[in-house]
């Protein structure tokens, strides 16, 4: 039989175990924004970095292009499938990320299956989240994250990955200053 305060203790444990996990996420990020001013290598490794720590299905950079007002896969994750270069046109009603991108908010969905505007990209997505790129106020991409079970992004989590967004839109501006 399991003692109770034995079980509380181990997902007490547990929960510190990923908060760790959390901070090192972040810590990476930081140091990669700090010595690769290459935005593709840079943004390939925060995406693998962020899907492998996590284990999302799914996993995107979308860049702005400011000419034709589109989202464009910069850097991508699903298994071994990598969608660089997929366009979408940022329309509040053509997707979760062009969305985010037309109204400038973050945009969860806990069950996808449940927004008339979401367009199916991976059959198993349950979840997805989208989070704008802004730098110096102005949208230069989404971050999205999408998982195979419904619910799946906490609060906490949530508040991660927009301070993860955070660090992955100031990477990008600094690597196009740079070029």
Same mark, same amino acid.
């Given at each position: 039989? /399991?003692?109770?305060?034995?079980?509380?203790?181990a +997902?007490s444990?547990?929960?510190?175990v990923?908060?760790?996990?959390?901070?090192?996420?972040?810590q990476r990020?930081?140091?990669?924004? &700090?010595?690769?001013?290459?935005?593709? =290598?840079?943004?390939?490794q925060i995406?693998?970095?962020v !899907? &492998?720590?996590f284990?999302?299905n799914?996993?995107?950079?979308?860049?702005?292009?400011?000419? =034709?007002?589109?989202?464009?896969?910069?850097?991508?994750?699903?298994?071994?499938?990598c969608?660089?270069g997929? $366009?979408?046109?940022?329309?509040?009603? =053509?997707?979760?990320?062009?969305h985010?991108a037309?109204?400038?908010? =973050?945009?969860? !969905?806990?069950?996808?299956?449940?927004i008339?505007?979401?367009?199916?990209?991976?059959?198993?997505?349950?979840s997805?989240?989208?989070?704008p790129?802004?730098?110096?106020?102005?949208?230069?991409?989404? +971050?999205?994250?999408?998982?195979?079970?419904m619910?799946?992004?906490?609060?906490? $989590?949530? $508040?991660?990955l927009?301070?993860?967004?955070g660090?992955?839109a100031?990477? /990008?501006?600094?690597?196009?200053?740079f070029?």
């Open positions: 039989m /399991i003692n109770p305060f034995n079980a509380a203790q +997902f444990d547990l929960d510190q990923l908060r760790v996990e959390e901070l090192f996420l972040l990020v930081a140091q990669k924004i &700090n010595s690769i001013l290459d935005i593709e =290598t840079l943004l390939d995406v693998g970095d !899907a &492998n720590t284990g999302y799914r996993l995107a950079v979308l860049l702005k292009d400011d000419e =034709t007002n589109e989202l464009m896969i910069a850097a991508g994750w699903t298994g071994e499938l969608l660089k997929t $366009r979408f046109k940022i329309d509040q009603g =053509t997707g979760m990320s062009a985010a037309a109204s400038g908010e =973050t945009f969860y !969905a806990p069950d996808v299956r449940k008339p505007f979401y367009v199916v990209g991976e059959e198993d997505t349950r997805e989240i989208d989070i790129l802004k730098s110096h106020g102005k949208l230069i991409g989404v +971050f999205n994250v999408q998982h195979t079970t619910n799946a992004f906490s609060p906490e $989590r949530i $508040r991660l927009e301070a993860l967004a660090h992955v100031t990477a /990008i501006a600094n690597a196009r200053m070029q």
